[in-house]
Each structure stands twice: as structure tokens, then as C-alpha cells.
């Protein structure tokens, strides 16, 4: 499961920010902390764009931006596809013991719009209702008379967590359906000093680039 995260997120920092290159998606995501929750190594991400982009889910482009070389990712039709498959399932499973996959996926939902986001959030609020009383009757003690007391109040934690996680869904749900909370982009502006506004001036340039280049070759092509 955490693999599948890592992919998701991965693919996600590309959805939102592409044009990207490695070094921005790095600093991206260690501004989620991810190496805490998620455990993601920031060496690691390097390498895992490679395999996304051998896999046939990003797009490498290898460009020469000023005096230094820069490989920058695209998500591919294909890439998009498996992001939005990855969002929903981690969205829709639920599991009373780790929650790190829909925290992946929570942060991503602005890519796949505040309609199906409430489609998704609104199942999962249903389902962890059903899944939490399948937990409190498992651990109650009738039904458990093999397990220690310390033990049942261990898991009676995973089922307090899971209902924080209830109250907290439903605020959600209840703020995007009456609009008081949007997931778009254009939703929230960052402050003026951050260094996220980076990543916007080089996107576009990096848009240019690409076309640019994409010409070039279609030109030499034809030649």
C-alpha cells in the first residue's frame, strides 16, 4: 500500500504542478512532510520518476534551461488515468488501522474535481460508519472473551481515531456541498513569498520549451 501512495503522490505533484522538474516535486512534497507520514525517502523520489516515466505513466523531457541540463515530467493520458483510479481507491478503502492512503489521496482531490470528490467523500463517510460498528463489535468484550482487557482497550484507540476521522469527514462533505469549501485551484492564492511561485514562472516557460523543441523536431523530420 505505501508503494501504491508513493506512486499516487508522485504522479499527483506532477498533475498539479507539470511542466515539473525532479528538484521542485522534491521540495513539493517534503513541504507535506511525506518523509514523516508516508515514510518517502527524498533520494528515492529521483529514481521513482524514472520508473514512472519507463512505465509509460510521465512523459521525461530532457532540457537545456540556461547553463544547466533539467529532465521535466508530464503526466501521460495513460499516467492520468492510473491518478484518478489510484485517488478513488484509496479514497473508497477503508481501513480502521492506517489511514495513509487517503491522506495521500485527500491532498490530490483537486484534480479530479469537486463533483466526484463529493461522490467519493460522501461513499467513504458511508462506508467508515459501517466499518467503525463492525470495529466496536469486534471489540467488544462479550464477543471477546479470550482477549485481554488491555488488549480491547488497545483497539478501542483505532476506533476513537476512526470516529474523529467521522466527524471530521462529515464537516467535509457538509462544507463542499454547501460550497464553503472548494478543492480548484484557483480556490486558494499562496502568500507572495513562497517559493511555490517559482514553480508557475517555470511551468510556463517550461510549456514553451517543450513546444519549442517539439517543433524542431517535426521540422527536422520533415527535412
Known amino acids: 500500500m505505501r508503494s501504491t501512495s508513493t506512486q499516487m503522490l508522485l504522479l499527483g505533484a506532477v498533475g498539479l504542478f507539470g511542466p515539473v522538474n525532479g528538484y521542485q516535486i522534491r521540495r513539493e512534497l517534503l513541504s507535506w512532510q511525506v518523509d514523516r507520514w508516508l515514510n518517502v525517502q527524498p533520494g528515492s523520489i529521483y529514481h521513482a ?3 514512472l516515466s519507463r512505465s509509460g505513466l510521465l512523459t521525461r523531457h530532457d532540457l537545456r534551461d540556461g547553463s544547466r541540463d533539467v529532465a521535466v515530467y508530464e503526466l501521460t493520458a495513460t499516467g492520468t488515468r492510473r491518478l484518478h483510479e489510484l485517488i478513488a481507491e484509496a479514497v473508497l478503502d ?3 488501522f492506517d489511514r495513509t492512503a487517503f491522506q495521500a489521496a485527500f491532498g490530490l482531490l483537486p484534480l479530479i474535481g469537486d463533483e466526484h470528490a463529493l461522490e467519493l467523500l460522501d461513499e467513504r463517510l458511508r462506508r467508515a460508519t459501517a466499518e467503525l460498528q463492525r470495529h466496536r463489535d469486534d471489540g467488544d468484550p462479550s464477543a471477546n472473551p479470550y482477549a485481554p482487557p488491555h488488549a480491547l482497550r ?5 476506533g476513537d ?3 474523529a476521522e467521522l466527524t471530521w469527514l ?3 462533505v457538509a462544507d463542499l456541498r ?3 469549501l472548494r478543492l480548484a485551484s484557483t480556490a486558494w492564492a499562496p502568500p507572495a513569498d513562497d517559493p511555490g511561485h517559482q514553480m508557475t514562472a517555470d511551468r510556463a516557460r517550461y510549456h514553451e520549451m517543450i513546444a ?3 517543433v524542431e523536431q517535426d521540422t527536422a523530420t520533415s527535412e
Open 161 to 163: 481515531l476512526a470516529q
Open 49 to 51: 520518476l524514472t520508473q
Open 212 to 214: 519549442r523543441r517539439s
Open 178 to 180: 454547501s460550497g464553503r
Open 94 to 96: 477503508v481501513d480502521i
Open 170 to 172: 462529515a464537516d467535509v
Open 154 to 158: 488497545a483497539l478501542a484507540l483505532f
